[in-house]
């Protein structure tokens, strides 16, 4: 079956998460602090609700300048979509998408695809979900700044929320606000890593061991227990 029609992440594998003692980080890096035009995307599949899970964050936990997030991208315990980013001296600008997670009754548990765009001249936020190209921009009035002590962080917490709860595959960052239609077009493909605007793409394909290596820049992130 091919990854298309099932609906599913290119590639064999995948990080989990299941607890508190994984973790999933880069060192700081100013490739990875950008404060103007943003695109992250990533498949997630959710185990479970009920809780503030980290999805990726550039930034630390302290609230100094130094320390503020470029971006903090978060599902919220309804399983609505949170983003945060700061300016100043840890001044957060905080957005709330509607929750894009597929419930009848309780939580359907399957992959999805999410990106969230920013475009910094006209200040908002945009949530594409799967094959989702038309979704409402919220607006934010002023950019981040600062970050230059901050880490990536991948399904890792950092600021008063829990860790994620399940599967996180193909984390991309690109310098450029995409073009919904463009993210929706190239979910399921598997990127050369010389996009225009590709800042770091992991596939976590190694199977094991506690590296993972951007297909860009050679950017590594640290795994543990994930």
Not at 45 to 62: D, Y
């Amino acid at each position: 079956t091919s990854r298309a029609n099932a609906c599913e992440p290119p590639g064999g594998f995948a990080l989990a998460f299941d607890g508190p003692e994984h973790s999933v980080t880069a060192a700081a890096n100013s490739a990875l602090r950008i404060a103007g035009d943003l695109t992250l995307e990533a498949w997630v599949r959710v185990e479970e609700l009920g809780a503030i899970q980290a999805l990726i964050t550039m930034g630390g936990p302290g609230e100094s300048a130094a320390d503020n997030a470029m971006f903090q991208w978060r599902i919220l315990a309804n399983g609505g979509i949170e983003i945060i980013h700061e300016f100043g001296s840890g001044v957060n600008q905080t957005l709330t998408f509607v929750s894009p997670f597929p419930t009848v009754g309780q939580l359907e548990i399957k992959w999805i695809h999410l990106a969230l765009i920013r475009n910094a001249t006209a200040r908002t936020y945009k949530l594409v979900v799967d094959d989702l190209t038309s979704i409402a921009a919220q607006s934010y009035p002023t950019n981040p700044d600062g970050g230059q002590d901050g880490f990536l962080h991948i399904g890792t917490d950092v600021d008063g929320g829990s860790d994620f709860d399940g599967w996180i595959d193909d984390v991309r960052i690109w310098n450029i606000a995409r073009a919904p239609a463009d993210v929706v077009a190239t979910r399921f493909t598997r990127l050369n890593g010389n996009e225009p605007g590709l800042v770091a793409n992991w596939h976590f394909d190694e199977g094991s061991g506690g590296v993972s290596t951007d297909l860009v820049a050679g950017i590594p992130v640290t795994i543990d227990n994930a």
